[in-house]
Structure formats: C-alpha cells, structure tokens
T-cell receptor, first 113, second 113 residues
C-alpha cells in the first residue's frame, strides 16, 4: 500500500530554473494539498484541490502553480525558482467526507542556490 | 485569518510527563489534531479530538480541549527517548472550506535519558 508518494525526494536548483514536484496517491482521495515546511514556521499551505480538475490558493501561493488533471496526481510547479523557495515540501491527501485524517508523503527537500 | 500557535521547544527527562500546548483561533473547527514528525520523515497522525469533547485518552496520550479559551494540550505520560520528535497541532476546517488543516509551528520535544 503506497499511500502518498512524492517525487523527487531531493533536488538542487539554480535560481531561475523551473521544476515540477509530483504527488501521487493510490487511495482514491478527493482532496489533495501542498504544504511547505520551514524552521519555526510549521507547515504552510501553498495550494490545494478538492477534486479532479480543481485547484485553489492557500496561504502562500506566490511563485507556485499547480494542476490536478488526474484524481490521483497533484503537481506543484516552480516556474522560476528563487532562494526563498528553499524548503521541504509535503503533499497530503484525504477523502472528501466524514472524519478523516490527512495522509502525508515523505517530503521533497528542495534547495535553490 | 486562522492561526495556530505553539511553543517551539520542550525538554523533559525520560519517565516524566510531557505537556505540549497549543492555541487556535477558528472556533468553527470540527476536529483538532496532533501530528508527529520524526527526523527526515513525513507527518503521522498521533491523535485527534472532536470539537465537542473536553478530553480524549489513548494509552499514554491525553488530549485536553478548552473550547472557551481555544486551548488544546497533549500530555504524554512516561515519556521515552523514542518520543523525541516534532509535534504539530492542527485545526481542521470543514469540507466546504476545502478541508484544510491549519498547522502550528511545531514543538520539538527532546527527551533526555
């Protein structure tokens, strides 16, 4: 049972480069989320999706774009990476009804130099 | 907007009780959560409490909720070195608000032998 899988696990980018982080879940969850984790700031929500084909902005969306073309995948894109985007990125998913926990991936550690 | 606050560090001796505190602002939260993050790993749900409950006990864990003061606490009895981790408090928004989890900064628990 894979759960939530993030690809890649580590990446170093140069300022101005672009990249896409992939989140895949095999639990048929409706809701998916991208967070970033920075020391002393906890997890902050970047973007989220409440179903296939939908996306919405979270607390810190600037500099990021997302897409949810398939229900199981949620992509996070950085068009022009900046050092301020150095962080650990977490994807999470949860079903769309009833009490549910959010299941997290193992994280992607991104360094922008 | 919504805000969740936690102290950043807590140090205890093995065998003692640990109490991690959290305050939140969104009185409409249905569930409040405690997540645990071990070094280099993602977040795992530790326990949760429904907003109409005052207390929940689960083996060594006791969650207390003071809804009037918007204060949540997690008590770990007989703390072990394996409990050393970062503990996140989170409030859960309703699915009509995207089912988002709003996290605190995380409390780093250090257990000394």
């Amino acid at each position: 049972n894979a759960g939530v899988t993030q690809t890649p696990k580590f990446r170093v980018l140069k300022t101005g480069q672009s990249m896409t982080l992939l989140c895949a879940q095999d639990m048929n969850h409706e809701y998916m989320y991208w967070y970033r984790q920075d020391p002393g700031m906890g997890l902050r929500l970047i973007h989220y999706s409440v179903g296939e084909g939908t996306t919405a902005k979270g607390e810190v969306p600037d500099g990021y774009n997302v897409s949810r073309l398939k229900k199981q995948n949620f992509l996070l894109g950085l068009e022009s990476a900046a050092p301020s985007q150095t962080s650990v990125y977490f994807c999470a998913s949860r079903p769309g009804q009833g009490f549910t926990e959010a299941f997290f991936g193992q994280g992607t550690r991104l360094t922008v130099v | 907007g919504e805000d969740v606050e936690q102290s950043l560090f807590l140090s205890v001796r093995e065998g003692d009780s640990s109490v991690i505190n959290c305050t939140y602002t969104d009185s409409s939260s249905t569930y409040l959560y405690w997540y645990k993050q071990e070094p280099g790993a993602g977040l795992q749900l530790l326990t949760y409490i429904f907003s109409n409950m005052d207390m929940k006990q689960d083996q060594r864990l006791t969650v207390l909720l003071n809804k009037k003061d918007k204060h949540l606490s997690l008590r770990i009895a007989d703390t072990q070195t394996g409990d050393s981790a970062i503990y996140f408090c989170a409030e859960g928004q309703g699915y009509n608000q995207g089912g988002k989890l709003i996290f605190g900064q995380g409390t780093e628990l250090s257990v000394k032998p």
